[in-house]
């Protein structure tokens, strides 16, 4: 079960990062703050992870976490358990990317088509909703597989 420490620093600390951009999201920044506050907010990314990569480097945990399972001083888990979990991210991942290009090619032609002919709004939308397939058939792969781990 997580801490009260556990739940609140990663969200002050996400909170300080999107903080700058709030103002260029809702539109009410001038060019000159948007640069500042854009800034300010790659500033405040590379602060973060310089300060992980410092607390990591000092040997201390923020978070005490158990102790990883050993048998005789090695890590308990496989090379195939290791390339099972790669093969479940690349499955997610590269899927996800073939349909983003995927949405991306056919909403705009779907659009195009709905705006000249209503009745095309049914069609359309098929072609859009199997470029989503895409991600979901790799997420079931990669659920697949890491049931089988």
Do not use: C, D
């Amino acid at each position: 079960m997580l801490s009260i420490l556990e739940i609140i620093v990663p969200l002050v600390m996400v909170g300080l990062i999107v903080l700058p951009l709030v103002k260029v999201f809702s539109g009410k920044a001038t060019l000159k703050s948007t640069r500042k506050r854009l800034y300010t907010h790659i500033s405040l990314f590379f602060a973060l992870i310089l300060f992980v990569f410092a607390w990591q480097l000092s040997g201390t945990s923020l978070f005490a976490a158990e102790a990883a399972p050993t048998v005789a001083g090695e890590l308990v888990g496989s090379i195939a358990q290791g390339l099972g979990f790669l093969g479940a991210a690349l499955a997610t991942g590269l899927g996800s990317i073939g349909a983003g290009i995927a949405v991306a090619a056919a909403a705009p032609a779907a659009i195009g088509a709905f705006s000249e002919n209503e009745k095309n709004f049914g069609k359309s939308l098929i072609f859009v909703a199997l470029g989503e397939g895409v991600a979901i058939y790799g997420l079931l792969i990669s659920i697949l597989i890491i049931n089988k781990l």
